[in-house]
């Protein structure tokens, strides 16, 4: 997972305080690329703007896959776009940049000598990821046609306050090992909000988290709320790059049913 940043030390300043992440020197070679750390293992990665490019501020996750150049071509005839890529980096790894059909950015990782995350799941650390699309017929048919996932859609039963709401789940490897979620964007989002694929970090208390986010110029958008995977609150950055923060020890409620 990384991210672009104009601003790069005020990100490493930002969730350094909201994340407790530390830093390590920036690679001249690679684009200045900066490794995050928590607890002194990998977590993330920070670097700035190519020169001549003015995208937004917006987390990136990779997909692992044993050959990018393969997933690649899954990509295409599944009906999404190859941004960028198949890409060695040095003896890293491979990495392509794509596009699902609907529009949401993700990477994918050919791992060399960075195998990804060497924290997950944790406080500091990458916990969750949902795909938010408003055409979820397409991201349900392209998911599974690119990655070895199964898919369950989740039961809302006769709760009114999901009325409306559509959640899927994507498992590797049976319904016990749940990777990605899928939710579809109703009129509560606004037009100009596109589809994206929003990541939760693992923190030790969400309402603290939210507070050192707010004091460091970020937004709460949404929570927090209590759940039965963990208080919640979706936010963005002082730079505006969207993520979430997830006390995952603090667990209110059923779990829900699948159909």
Request: proline share 8%.
């Given at each position: 997972m990384?991210?672009m940043?104009?601003?790069?030390?005020?990100?490493?300043?930002?969730?350094?305080?909201?994340?407790?992440?530390?830093?390590?020197?920036?690679?001249?070679?690679y684009?200045?690329?900066t490794?995050?750390?928590?607890?002194?293992?990998?977590?993330?990665a920070v670097?700035?703007?190519m020169?001549?490019?003015?995208?937004?501020?917006?987390?990136?996750?990779?997909f692992?896959?044993?050959d990018?150049a393969?997933?690649?071509?899954?990509?295409?005839?599944?009906g999404?776009?190859?941004?960028?890529?198949?890409m060695q980096?040095?003896?890293?790894?491979?990495?392509v940049?794509a596009?699902?059909p609907?529009g949401a950015?993700?990477?994918?990782w050919?791992?060399?000598?960075?195998?990804?995350?060497?924290?997950?799941?944790?406080a500091?650390s990458?916990?969750?990821?949902e795909?938010f699309?408003?055409?979820?017929a397409?991201?349900?048919e392209f998911?599974?046609?690119?990655?070895?996932y199964?898919?369950?859609?989740?039961?809302?039963?006769d709760?009114?306050?999901?009325?409306?709401?559509?959640?899927?789940?994507?498992?590797?490897?049976?319904a016990?090992?749940?990777?990605?979620?899928?939710?579809n964007?109703?009129?509560?989002?606004p037009?100009?909000?596109?589809?994206?694929i929003?990541?939760?970090?693992?923190?030790?208390?969400?309402?603290?988290?939210?507070?050192?986010?707010?004091?460091?110029?970020?937004?709460?958008?949404?929570?927090?709320?209590?759940s039965?995977?963990g208080?919640?609150?979706?936010?963005?950055d002082?730079?505006?790059?969207?993520?979430?923060?997830?006390?995952?020890?603090?667990?209110v409620?059923?779990?829900?049913?699948?159909?």
């Amino acid at each position: 997972m990384d991210a672009m940043f104009a601003d790069v030390e005020g990100a490493k300043a930002f969730y350094g305080d909201v994340l407790g992440w530390t830093f390590g020197e920036a690679a001249g070679e690679y684009g200045n690329y900066t490794q995050a750390y928590s607890d002194g293992k990998a977590v993330a990665a920070v670097v700035p703007p190519m020169p001549g490019v003015d995208a937004p501020s917006q987390w990136c996750l990779y997909f692992a896959s044993p050959d990018a150049a393969a997933t690649a071509e899954k990509i295409r005839s599944a009906g999404g776009e190859v941004a960028m890529g198949p890409m060695q980096v040095g003896g890293f790894g491979t990495m392509v940049i794509a596009k699902e059909p609907s529009g949401a950015v993700f990477g994918v990782w050919q791992p060399g000598e960075h195998k990804g995350f060497e924290k997950a799941g944790e406080a500091g650390s990458f916990a969750w990821a949902e795909v938010f699309t408003r055409d979820v017929a397409k991201v349900d048919e392209f998911l599974p046609k690119v990655f070895p996932y199964q898919a369950r859609q989740m039961d809302l039963g006769d709760d009114p306050e999901a009325a409306g709401m559509d959640y899927k789940v994507f498992s590797l490897g049976g319904a016990e090992n749940p990777v990605l979620g899928r939710m579809n964007m109703g009129d509560e989002f606004p037009p100009e909000v596109p589809p994206h694929i929003q990541v939760f970090f693992g923190v030790p208390d969400c309402d603290e988290a939210v507070q050192k986010a707010q004091a460091r110029g970020g937004r709460l958008h949404f929570g927090p709320m209590d759940s039965p995977f963990g208080r919640f609150a979706a936010l963005t950055d002082q730079q505006g790059a969207a993520f979430a923060a997830i006390d995952m020890s603090t667990r209110v409620g059923e779990m829900p049913k699948f159909a």
